[in-house]
């Protein structure tokens, strides 16, 4: 993660990941910005699904990114789900201001985005694969802020 300008917001102890994402995302829209979204391939398709039907009559405009020949549509997609940490491709860096991180690694650099959000669930495994990241985040000379969710 190189984006140097970028600040990162670690939200943790999130009992429902992928429902939580929505509402930060459906908070990103609201401010007029477009959010690239990392995550595992189950992750993905959850958040696919819920985009759909989180509210009646509230369909987010998203993209589930798995094929750059897809990449025509990006100018008109506010959301892309990506699985893994793939960041968006070249003629796209800098389109995304927010990165929001639901998987365990941290992401790579290069997306251009201003703001970082990761989200750590509150099970163990996912408290201490959260830590690893706030300490990478740390070593490469961010200072991540912290919002406990309860």
């Known amino acids: 993660m190189s984006d140097a300008a970028a600040s990162v917001t670690f939200h943790t102890g999130v009992a429902e990941v992928a429902p939580y994402a929505v509402r930060l995302i459906r908070k990103a829209l609201a401010q007029d910005l477009r959010v690239w979204v990392t995550g595992s391939a189950d992750m993905v398709s959850s958040l696919d699904q819920l985009l759909w039907v989180f509210e009646p009559a509230s369909f987010v405009p998203h993209l589930r990114w798995s094929d750059p020949a897809r990449a025509t549509l990006l100018p008109h997609t506010p959301v892309v789900l990506a699985e893994g940490a793939e960041p968006p491709p070249a003629d796209a860096i800098g389109a995304y201001p927010v990165l929001l991180n639901l998987g365990t690694d941290l992401p790579p650099g290069g997306h251009g985005c ?34 406990a969710v309860s």
Do not use: N, S
Request: positive net charge; hydrophobic residues 30%.
């Open 114 to 147: 201003t703001k970082v959000i990761e989200v750590v669930g509150a099970q163990a495994e996912e408290r201490r694969q959260g830590q690893t990241r706030w300490r990478a985040y740390r070593e490469l000379g961010f200072t991540p802020l912290h919002h």
